[in-house]
């Protein structure tokens, strides 16, 4: 009998250090507040890193085509790019379809096919991929909010959660939902007043979030990727994520006294290459340090295929961007892709 025990409790054993090999690290929703975050379908399962403090990572976004029957050449020629990097995953900005629809309902056979060609492009990478999702996967034609919540069920179900997180090695990465809980300002058919929402619960969540981890001596930084920016380029602060939410999200995210180790927010939405503080802010380079007595650098990368905004010169050119995780030092490089493509 004791020699039996003694086989089961090796084989429990083994069992239990097999699956801190191999399984991705999550704190729990109750004691961080938001959920655990998973790659979008079609892409692999997470692989735990080999070095946990040092590791690579791409960040990319707005992809979506100029139509509903249209895709990008830049995305299709991405994937290939990508996978080269020899990075773990790839972080996505949002809008990764062209969306908007009229009527969810009466589309939703429409809106299956758009994630479904996404996924199997994206799925060329061969890398796990983590999307915030962005207005063209959460709001109606017109730029009108969906208040009841078809979109965001139809994402849950076909692409991945809605907002939440992961950890890697030693690292935290926050993906958000700017166009969370909303109601429509007026029953028109358009709404150009509309500029993003993070509601009440998943704002208390991410404050929960960022103060467990910050706690947290294993994590040496943390990543927060949104769809709409908190800090748009000048003169377009129309584009950054609005009032109520807007003003909350940042006071939180620039706290650096409570969360010193916040390193990077990515955004997307506008179309474009774009850095704040903007002492570099069309790159090629970029280098934190954490923990920081500084806010984190607000990077703007939507250039993974839909048609770019501006000159080159500012910013207005497709790219993707590699980040680098070394110890307490975090690198990045811009990749110019260029700013031409068929349809644009």
Request: charged share 15%; aromatic share 12%.
């Amino acid at each position: 009998m004791k020699k039996h025990a003694s086989v089961i409790a090796l084989f429990v054993l083994a069992s239990f250090c097999a699956f801190q090999v191999s399984a991705p690290r999550h704190h729990s929703s109750a004691q961080s507040g938001l959920p655990a975050l998973t790659q979008v379908q079609g892409t692999p399962a997470l692989a735990p890193p080999k070095t946990p403090t040092s590791f690579s990572f791409v960040v990319a976004g707005d992809n979506r085509p100029p139509s509903s029957s249209q895709e990008s050449d830049i995305f299709a020629s991405l994937p290939a790019k990508l996978s080269a990097t020899g990075a773990s995953f790839a972080i996505w900005t949002g809008d990764i379809v062209y969306g908007k629809v009229k009527d969810p309902q009466k589309d939703k056979d429409k809106i299956k096919k758009e994630y479904e060609t996404f996924e199997g492009i994206i799925a060329k990478a061969n890398l796990p991929v983590f999307n915030a999702p962005g207005n063209h996967e959460m709001e109606k034609k017109g730029n009108v909010p969906d208040p009841t919540g078809t979109l965001v069920k139809y994402y849950e179900k076909w692409v991945a959660p809605q907002y939440g997180y992961f950890t890697y090695g030693n690292s935290a990465f926050i993906a958000l939902n700017t166009d969370d809980n909303v109601s429509p300002s007026s029953s028109a058919e358009e709404d150009e007043t509309y500029a993003g929402n993070v509601g009440a619960d998943q704002l208390a969540a991410l404050s929960a979030t960022l103060t467990t981890l910050a706690a947290d001596s294993s994590i040496a930084h943390i990543f927060v990727f949104m769809h709409r920016p908190i800090h748009a380029t000048p003169g377009h602060s129309f584009d950054a994520l609005g009032p109520p939410s807007g003003p909350l999200v940042q006071a939180l995210l620039e706290d650096y006294t409570k969360f010193p180790n916040l390193s990077f927010v990515f955004a997307g939405h506008q179309h474009l290459f774009y850095a704040n503080p903007p002492a570099a802010p069309y790159g090629p380079n970029f280098s934190r340090t954490d923990p920081a007595s500084a806010p984190p650098l607000f990077l703007i990368s939507g250039g993974a295929g839909a048609c770019v905004a501006g000159s080159p010169q500012t910013g207005g050119f497709y790219n993707y961007l590699v980040f680098t995780v070394n110890g307490a030092q975090v690198n990045a490089t811009v990749y110019n892709l260029g700013s031409t493509q068929n349809g644009c």
